[in-house]
Each structure stands twice: as C-alpha cells, then as structure tokens.
C-alpha cells in the first residue's frame, strides 16, 4: 500500500524525511528493544544499528526502482500508445515563479544516471539488459539514501 503508483510521482525533501521516519518507526516497533550489557538495561535500536541489521531495501530505493522499471516498460512501448504520447507531451504553459517543481523525468534521469553513469538510456532498448540494470542497482544499494 505504501508503494502504490509510487512509480509515477515524484518524491520532495519533505517526502524522504517523512518515508524515512515512518520506515525507521516501523522497523523499531518490528524489532524492539535489545539489551544494553553496558548500561545493563533495555534500549531502543538507532537509524545505523537498523539499516545495519535489515537487508532489505529503504523504501525510497524501492521508489527509486520502481520509477526507473517504469521508465524502461514505458520506453519500449510503441510510439503510437498514449502513455509514451504523454510522456513525451510538453504543455507549453508558462511556469510559476521561484523554483522550478522537480518533474518526473528530471527524478528518472538522476536515478539513471546514479545507477549507470552517462550511457544509462541505451540499455532500455533490450528488455534483458534493463533488468540486469536494475537488478545490479539493487543488489549493489547505488540508490540507497541511508537513514540519519
């Protein structure tokens, strides 16, 4: 439910924080204290000590992932069908003042070039080679963004 349609939205400052915090807070409640033989009394765990002990990826990475997995299923389609149509689209409006909103292909090409370097976009093409793509960036953790 967390991650659902995470694929095509965009992800603030403010949204990490806060996934972070909830994915920390969930964590703890999962595992709950340990035993300090220091202090001889019950603690509970760290950020460090958590991602040191769970495996698995944060859920940003899995957001991350998720929208490149998109990208590449989007990017193989054929150019007559409108979800690469509206991809593509540019509407022309004029923006509002102050910083520009990060837009969805600006957060898709910052992945990409996290996880592949320069010559990312050439591997969408074959379908085998994306998921080696992808599948080497998550084993690897290049898009993980560790809990403070």
Request: charged residues 35%; aromatic residues 8%; hydrophobic residues 35%.
């Amino acid at each position: 439910m967390l991650t659902y349609a995470s694929e095509t939205g965009t992800l603030t400052e403010r949204d990490r924080k806060q996934l972070n915090i909830f994915e920390s807070k969930v964590y703890r409640r999962i595992l709950g204290p340990v035993d300090d033989n220091v202090k001889e009394n019950r603690r509970i765990l760290t950020n460090k000590e958590i991602y040191a002990s769970i495996k698995k990826p944060t859920m940003i990475e899995t957001v991350r992932l998720n929208r490149l997995r998109w990208f590449g299923h989007v990017q193989r389609m054929e150019e007559s069908i409108n979800t690469k149509w509206v991809l593509r689209m540019n509407l022309g409006t004029v923006r509002l003042r102050g910083r520009p909103r990060n837009r969805w292909q600006d957060e898709v090409r910052d992945d990409g070039r996290i996880v592949g370097g320069e010559g990312w976009q050439e591997k969408v093409r074959t379908r085998e080679e994306w998921k080696n793509f992808l599948r080497a960036a998550r084993n690897l953790r290049i898009l993980h963004t560790p809990m403070e």
